[in-house]
């Protein structure tokens, strides 16, 4: 491709429609200089997750967005990602609005469809919104201003450079004035062939790195907002699943489904392979049709695991790798530790849900969907369609954490009303959602730290977990983007995103990072953050406990081994901002901890009240975050809320517990993630200024919210804890396996 630039070029369209490819600089109709960084100006000195999907996403970046001018003066885009509550339609608007001049409420931004001929350009995942549509979007909304600005230039016959635009409004010197919608038609016919465009200096930026509420608010907390639990597709009925009472069972035969169809309402019943549909008049149907079934289940492949068997495993795949250790000079010593870590439930509010209308011909699919083309791809295999012919519209998602990665719903749906021959609305229960969806996998950690005199000779950590699960697209954009990277070895795919993911920031001597998996037949999936929260949050626990060793304050111990300034300054941030070191009674502490990832840097500092040890609140946080360039700072402030929130839940309450092939949570009263009354009543959050170009955000406050938890809860109590949740007890009745609750049902009030 030599040099990649954007090139703009006009989409059929009654007004402007402007979009961008990328094309050699040689004979390009319009070129504009926004050059997309090709790999080696990408890669630092680490690879970044963010490196391998921008790199992936390269060759179609410029095929990103289409930026409709509509006569009304408002300017709509469909943007080629999911929204999954991390605030992308609210911030990509305004890097539009930045770049046309325009404000932010006349940026109208719809979901796009599957698109496959963006290849690996449709996957949200990673926090890599933000560093992947960062250019396309500026370039695109640069190449509109411009025809726009030559267009009125031309209609004038005054030369571009003295028109201004405030608001969409083009001003000439003599007091002449056109809105960008009075022009959307003509500039859709001008002959603007050799039209340059260059969009804003970003120091020129208005709007870019202020606050903005999110422009889908008040249709959120109204209830306007449409999810797919809302969506009302012609003749789609409601849908309910009965699936097997363990993991991965199997149907063998269903005895009454005959029965079942004669009841009040029920419509259809269909067996596929994760279990047996029933279709209703009314979801109350469907859940009454559900649990009168009568099914013959196949055991499934974990019916005898539970939790002791899976820890076993993991750590039999440590085994002796982390043994014996090192023979050490004198004077030196050496710090070890293990940690275990539970399976975990993304419990997102709304649950896995889609609409699907399949035809003889042809097949359309609603749902929220974080890898749309191959949710597609895959639909049309299924269905044994040409992919064409598959419509798969994304949904807005009522909450993700990596959940919406994978599409199970939709691939559902598909095979329900395939079967049935009519349109279903297929909704899980919050039962099913928890106990046959995808978890972060049970994790075990062992570190090894060697050191003398005051140096860390060696740091080497052990991760074991079951198989995080990358079948959702993301194997295929590692895949892409290693193949353009020279000397990245010969790693699995998990491993390039492990070791793209975890770094350490310290200067540790020698450091090794090692993933070992063990592939079991559970689904699993990428919970926020995946490997970070556990392996930097035991990190930071050793940091800790490395500075108590050296008989030397935490923050102090930091600041000594951090590598760079930009580091220093966000853990001095929090240190001065939360009044490190202040006096708290006895069972109350702070505790701190730094994290390093995604293009930025954060700290967090929090306020631990553990005089009841089986109860520890947090009292209050400071977070402090530098993610280079940012772009929405209300959107910001908003992640790391939720990455704190996360972080508490999985030091201290938030776990599942598996059981002879299936987890005993089965809603949200016994998933213990942490409640309104668990969380910081006081929160200061600090932005750094812009510092180069933007990063991630969106899984970034998980692992340094754990590790500062962790901290201040050993600090309190005297106690290192070193199995997560801290508290796991099993303080409640399981629901047994079998059919779901129907839900009249009262949950039985917790013990505690």
């Known amino acids: 491709m030599g040099r990649r630039r954007f090139l703009t070029y006009l989409v059929a369209a009654p007004t402007l429609t402007v979009a961008a490819r990328i094309g050699l600089d040689s004979g390009a109709a319009a070129p504009a200089h926004a050059a997309i960084p090709s790999p080696p100006q990408l890669l630092g000195e680490t690879i970044d997750l963010q490196d391998l999907l921008v790199i992936a996403g390269l060759p179609t970046a410029g095929l990103l967005f289409q930026i409709q001018v509509n006569e009304d003066n408002t300017v709509s885009v469909p943007l080629p990602r999911a929204e999954v509550g991390q605030g992308l339609t609210t911030a990509v608007p305004m890097l539009i609005a930045e770049e046309m001049d325009i404000p932010l409420s006349s940026v109208r931004m719809t979901l796009a469809d599957a698109r496959p001929e963006l290849v690996m350009g449709q996957i949200s995942g990673g926090s890599s919104g933000i560093c992947t549509l960062y250019d396309p979007a500026r370039a695109a909304a640069a190449a509109a201003r411009a025809r726009l600005v030559a267009t009125a230039a031309q209609q004038w016959g005054i030369p571009s450079e003295r028109l201004t635009v405030t608001d969409g409004t083009i001003h000439a010197p003599g007091g002449r004035t056109a809105t960008y ?86 419509l259809a019943v269909a067996t596929i392979p994760t279990g047996v549909a029933v279709l209703a ?42 043994d014996p250790p090192v023979t050490l000079p004198l004077g030196a010593g050496s710090l070890e530790a293990e940690f275990d870590f539970a399976f975990l439930s993304h419990a997102p509010l709304e649950t896995n849900a ?18 749309p083309i191959i949710t597609q791809e895959t639909i049309a295999k299924e269905l044994r369609l040409p992919l064409h012919k598959v419509t798969v519209h994304v949904m807005p998602s009522g909450g993700s954490f990596g959940r919406r990665l994978f599409f199970d719903a939709a691939l559902e749906a598909a095979q329900i009303s395939q079967a049935m021959g009519r349109p279903v609305k297929l909704i899980w229960h919050r039962t099913d959602d928890i106990r046959h969806g995808r978890v972060h996998p049970a994790k075990y950690h062992k570190v090894r730290v060697n050191y003398v005199r005051g140096n860390v000779l060696s740091y080497q950590h052990w991760s074991a977990s079951v198989l995080t699960s990358l079948e959702h697209g993301f194997g295929e954009a590692l895949t892409t983007a290693v193949a353009k990277i020279p000397g990245i070895g010969n790693e699995s795919l998990n491993q390039v995103a492990f070791h793209a993911m975890v770094h350490c920031p310290y200067n540790f001597g020698v450091v090794g990072q090692h993933l070992h998996e063990v ?20 990190e930071e626990i050793i940091v800790d406990e490395l500075a108590r060793r050296f008989k030397k304050d935490p923050v102090q111990f930091r600041r000594e081994f951090l590598k760079d300034d930009r580091q220093r300054a966000v853990l001095d941030k929090v240190a001065s901002e939360g009044n490190w070191g202040r006096s708290l009674p006895a069972g109350v502490a702070q505790g701190l901890a730094f994290h390093d990832e995604m293009k930025g840097v954060t700290a967090c500092l929090v306020e631990l009240d553990a005089r009841d040890q089986k109860h520890p609140r947090v009292t209050k946080a400071v977070v402090a975050v530098d993610v280079g360039r940012p772009i929405n700072v209300s959107g910001i402030e908003a992640q790391v809320l939720g990455g704190l929130t996360d972080g508490i839940s999985v030091a201290l309450s938030g776990g599942l517990h598996l059981r ?40 970034f406050a998980v692992p340094v919210s754990f590790g500062a938890v962790v901290n201040a809860y050993r600090r309190a109590t005297g106690i290192l804890p070193t199995s997560f949740p801290i508290n796991s007890d099993i303080d409640w009745e399981p629901y047994p396996p079998g059919p779901v609750p129907n839900p009249p049902m009262r949950p039985l009030p917790p013990k505690r």
Not at 302 to 316: F, G
Not at 354 to 371: C, G, K, N, P
């Open 354 to 371: 889609a609409v699907a209308d399949v035809r003889s011909d042809r097949a359309e699919i609603w749902s929220a969907l974080q890898t």
């Open 660 to 699: 002879n092939g299936y987890f005993l949570e089965g809603s949200y009263h016994n998933f213990h993630y942490a409640r309104q009354k668990d969380t910081p009543p006081q929160v200061q959050i600090f932005v750094m200024p812009a510092n180069g170009r933007p990063g991630g955000m969106g899984e």
């Open 181 to 266: 919608g009075s022009l959307a038609v003509a500039a859709a016919k001008a002959d603007l062939s050799k039209l340059v465009v260059e969009p804003k200096p970003e120091s020129k930026a208005k709007l870019v790195g202020t606050r903005a509420t999110r422009l889908d608010a008040r249709d959120i907390v109204t209830g306007k907002h449409t999810y797919t639990h809302d969506l009302n597709v012609a003749g789609a009925k409601p849908c309910l699943m009965r699936r097997p009472p363990t993991i991965k069972g199997t149907v063998q035969a269903v005895n009454n489904a005959d029965t079942v169809r004669r009841m009040p309402g029920v």
């Open 281 to 322: 008049e009314t979801f109350a149907q469907a859940l009454d049709g559900v649990n009168a079934l009568d099914v013959a289940w196949g055991p499934g492949p974990v019916d005898n695991e539970s939790d002791d068997t899976v820890r076993q495993k993991l750590r039999r795949a440590v085994g002796p790798v982390g």
């Open 519 to 538: 592939n079991m037949p559970i689904d699993t999936g990428s919970w926020r953050s995946v490997w970070s929260v556990n392996t930097r949050g035991v």
